[in-house]
T-cell receptor, first 116, second 114 residues
Framework: SAVISQKPSRDICQRGTSLTIQCQVDSQVTMMFWYRQQPGQSLTLIATANQGSEATYESGFVIDKFPISRPNLTFSTLTVSNMSPEDSSIYLC?????????????FGPGTRLTVL | AQSVAQPEDQVNVAEGNPLTVKCTYSVSGNPYLFWYVQYPNRGLQFLLKYITGDNLVKGSYGFEAEFNKSQTSFHLKKPSALVSDSALYFCAVRPNTGGFKTIFGAGTRLFVKA
């Protein structure tokens, strides 16, 4: 298993500003995932972050809005840029339990973002 | 389009009674199937998964799930519910195409009454 921490746990931000969320894993992992969980809704994958390469974004998400860094095998950041109230959500960091696609994922506790 | 359906937004059961949380999917091939639980203010925790083999899989906290290929369903079950089982449950399906893209259901909130 993997233990994942996220900072901050929650934040209230003003429209037009940016917030960077940090994700730290207690072991080295190849792939890290960033999800958004909007109020009352399911998880939506924003992007997959591999160390040493550009993140891969899902349809509807772009790098200018959600830039991601992956400087090493235990750490990643997601920035929510030029925020609007529609960005209010829980942002979750996740890693795979192993190299194979049959493995489960482990999730951080989430960052609850409110944009005013 | 690939999808995962959890037809019940909420399930209410009395403590000690059996519980079922339903999940059906529309994904081609033989996908990998997962259940996760989310307690308040916490991230998702893995409960169990089906990869292949026996249709009944057992997981954490006494939960089990039954895979039915013909009905493309993967229902979560527990013989005797506890108040502490009250949480949000997500079914997730990952196509067996080699990637990690996972499709999550909308979630079912389980309330167990004492």
């Amino acid at each position: 298993s993997a233990v994942i921490s996220q900072k901050p746990s929650r934040d209230i931000c003003q429209r037009g500003t940016s917030l960077t969320i940090q994700c730290q894993v207690d072991s080295q992992v190849t792939m890290m995932f960033w999800y958004r969980q909007q109020p009352g809704q399911s998880l939506t994958l924003i992007a997959t972050a591999n160390q040493g390469s550009e993140a891969t974004y899902e349809s509807g998400f772009v790098i200018d809005k959600f830039p991601i860094s992956r400087p090493n095998l235990t750490f990643s950041t997601l920035t929510v840029s030029n925020m609007s109230p529609e960005d209010s959500s829980i942002y979750l960091c996740s890693v795979g339990g192993g190299q194979g696609a049959m493995n489960e994922q482990f999730f951080g506790p989430g960052t609850r973002l409110t944009v005013l | 389009a690939q999808s995962v359906a959890q037809p019940e937004d909420q399930v209410n059961v009395a403590e000690g009674n059996p519980l079922t949380v339903k999940c059906t999917y529309s994904v081609s091939g033989n996908p990998y199937l997962f259940w996760y639980v989310q307690y308040p203010n916490r991230g998702l925790q893995f409960l169990l998964k089906y990869i292949t083999g026996d249709n009944l899989v057992k997981g954490s906290y006494g939960f089990e799930a039954e895979f039915n290929k013909s009905q493309t369903s993967f229902h979560l079950k527990k013989p005797s519910a506890l108040v502490s089982d009250s949480a949000l449950y997500f079914c997730a399906v990952r196509p067996n195409t080699g990637g990690f893209k996972t499709i999550f259901g909308a979630g079912t909130r389980l309330f167990v009454k004492a």
